[in-house]
């Protein structure tokens, strides 16, 4: 059996090759997997679970359609931070905390999104840092649908009058920030998306070396680790 890993669709109705490759692979590989890690950025926008978008209603099902067979967990990413429990519960998947060590094939690995480690940014740290907050996203939730899709294209704006995505983030992580990781962690794998920079990287932590993965986006074609029981792997899908 072979546990599986993505991240970074951005899942967008303007883009929809993308939603048509993740429909697919939801009712084909997905199937044979053991369990589905989702690692962020499954959508390029979530204004909330009561957004009545049509265009994620397939998804949706789609989901459930799978997690009735398979366990799926869905981390957020920096676009899609505001899926919450009712997302869960409509499509069956459990949401795991940003970051989180799961244990497959007797090896440990670190989890996250990535953008907690692009630590240059620092004024998207701060931007993160109140969009993670519980307070925040109340008041967000508590806006009509409308006033949500206002404030996400004023956001946007200011994103790239800025000269910065909040998106696909054209800064790579810190090199400190993943020795800290693996280092707080204990941990010799890291498997992280956000910077659509696919690679795997030896990490020199002076005493020890660790591994980094990173996932792709699917902007052009799909990206995944297929980890079975020999070890990770980093492969594309093309469209
Ligand atoms: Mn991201």
Redesign the pocket.
Known sequence: MTTLFIS?LHLDASHATIGEQFLDFLAGEARTAETLYIL??LFDAWLGDDDPNPYYRDMKIALRSLTNAVPVFFMH???DFMVGQRFADETGVRLLHDPSIVTLYGQEVLLS???ALCTDDVQYQEVRAMTRDPAWQAMMSAKSIEERIAFAIKARKESIARGESLDD?IMDVNQDAVKATLNEHDVALLLH??THRPAVHTVDLGHRKATRIVLGDWYEQGSIVRWDEDGPRLESMPR
């Open positions: 970074d962020g950025d990413g920096n676009r999104h990535g953008d983030s998306g956000h």
